[in-house]
DNA sequence: CCAATTATGGACGAAATGGTCCATAATTGA
DNA sequence: TCAATTATGGACCATTTCGTCCATAATTGG
């Protein structure tokens, strides 16, 4: 063996995670990052490798705790509430607010970063899949229209979720955001 | 009067809004965004002021030349199938295809750029109104439910054409996203 | 305690960043 | 033709960018 590392290495992650997910990859410098997190450039170099793998990390890291946590409660909650109150986050949105990680992702560098790209779809399809779980608890619970596919409503789901997330960013009013609630759900049954 | 300018000022201003448009405000070096277009970084600062400035235009450009030109389509066309069109365009982008650049904007900059936001939120309140005004002409032809609220219907219709691009960015299949405009069409009525 | 190995601090570097400045060129009204 | 004004090319600048390198520190197995 050899000498051990002083710091916290998901620490150094959660903290990177924060700065990209507030600033974006390009705006976010190394420097800035690592006198945020007050780590040296060799042990950074040493532990990640680089700001892009650093990023590609970040995603990861986002899906497994941030992502997961929604997803949780979304698969624990009684269907129709666990949908409506995933909505409602997104809802209290203001201007400012970070919108999802996977969002931001898939906008700076999705159309040019494959590896980026592969990470935002499977984090979307890890959303969909509990969306569309959800939707089948609630079908079976009599909740929902029977006859519907949960698969295309689920993905329906996702999108709306995004789009809101857009509407909040551009400070779009959210008397106007919550009544599309009431038009996304109605589309449930 | 004086010199004349030499360069055309709205063909740079569309050469910025290209690449703006596919990579972003900070990815875009102003060195190579010069170099592109063919101007001297005097000419530059004399007739733009700065990268922010230049920014704020190429998104007043893009309201009014391309957001504008699929607005008409949609208050020109029948309604329905007017509607259907403008979201099938946007299943038919692939990962790399630029998304909208009101979306690329909110995403990248609204958080943090006040000026960015505003123009980003009339954007989008001039392509919720085109479809409001398409909607409240498809249920006086009879096409679509005369009791909802149109309003409501329009913000919803642009939650979702935002929500199903970034799916196009995460490569989330075609089939999968095509299915998702019959559940949308199926809200009008 | 020594050898091997890994972590750390920080100096260093080359290139790129957005922006300024000035000498010169071109144009027009008088 | 001359004065006034604006456009242009490009040198220049300080700062920041991501990344490398190396000497030194710490740790453990033998």
Avoid at 48 to 76: C, P, W
Wanted: with cysteine; net charge positive.
């Amino acid at each position: 063996m050899a000498r051990l590392r002083e710091f916290d290495y998901e620490q150094v992650l959660d903290g990177a995670l924060q700065l990209f997910w507030r600033g974006g990859y390009e705006a976010t410098s190394l420097d800035g990052l690592l006198n945020e997190v007050g780590l040296s450039k060799s042990s950074f170099y040493g532990a990640f490798g680089s700001k892009h793998e650093m990023l590609l990390a970040s995603l990861d890291r986002y899906i497994e705790t941030v992502l997961q946590a929604n997803i949780d409660e979304l698969r624990r909650g009684p269907p129709r509430e666990a949908i409506m109150r995933s909505f409602e986050k997104i809802l209290g949105f203001q201007p400012s607010s970070k919108t999802c990680f996977l969002q931001v992702c898939a906008i700076e560098r999705g159309g040019q970063d494959r590896l980026v790209r592969m990470r935002v779809r499977r984090g979307l399809e890890l959303l969909e899949e509990a969306y569309r779980d959800t939707i089948v608890r609630g079908q079976e619970a009599g909740q929902f229209a029977a006859d519907a596919d949960a698969r295309v409503l689920s993905t329906f789901l996702v999108a709306n979720l995004y789009g809101l997330q857009v509407l909040g960013r551009a400070n779009i009013a959210v008397h106007a955001r919550t009544k599309t609630l009431a038009t996304i759900m109605k589309a449930l049954a």
